[in-house]
């Protein structure tokens, strides 16, 4: 579900059910970030996302940030990045450059392993990445 300007149970833009790898909106609807693809392996980033579990101290009502350095694993293709945020963070964007308002998304959080909590996975923006924008840029 993605759930636009979403704060402290606040949907001024309503839910949207979506179950694709994109979505095309028009960027006065909600705003948008800038898109690496291709780019260096590894990054100081920005991590957001609303986890809900373990609950307490997550309740998937609040946003959650971590900073600190991303980077490509060295035994996989995923971007790996300490934060403590857990379920429900998924697709929440990994931000480079990062200014306080605009940034470049180079990851998303995907998963993380239960033997080692504090690090999650997403996967690097490379040939697949730059395929999907391609088909739906102009959507």
Do not use: K
């Not at 260096?40 to 609950?55: C, Q």
């Not at 009502?61 to 600190?68: A, E, F, H, M």
């Not at 308002?101 to 923006?125: C, K, M, Q, R």
């Amino acid at each position: 579900m993605f759930v636009p300007d979403y704060q402290d149970g606040d949907r001024p833009l309503g839910n949207w059910n979506l179950d694709i790898g994109a979505v095309a909106v028009h960027t006065n609807a909600t705003g948008t970030q800038g898109l690496r693809i291709n780019g260096p392996t590894s990054a100081h980033v920005w991590s957001f996302g609303f986890p809900a579990l373990p609950n307490p101290p997550f309740n998937g009502q609040r946003l959650i940030t971590c900073d600190g350095n991303a980077y490509l694993g060295t035994f996989s293709n995923e971007m790996q990045h300490l934060c403590s945020s857990r379920q429900g963070a998924s697709g929440g964007p990994w931000l480079a450059e990062f200014n306080g308002d605009w940034g470049y998304a180079i990851s998303v959080y995907s998963n993380f392993i239960e033997s080692d909590p504090l690090t999650y996975y997403g996967p690097y923006f490379g040939d697949g990445a730059y395929n999907l924008y391609q088909a739906v840029r102009y959507l």
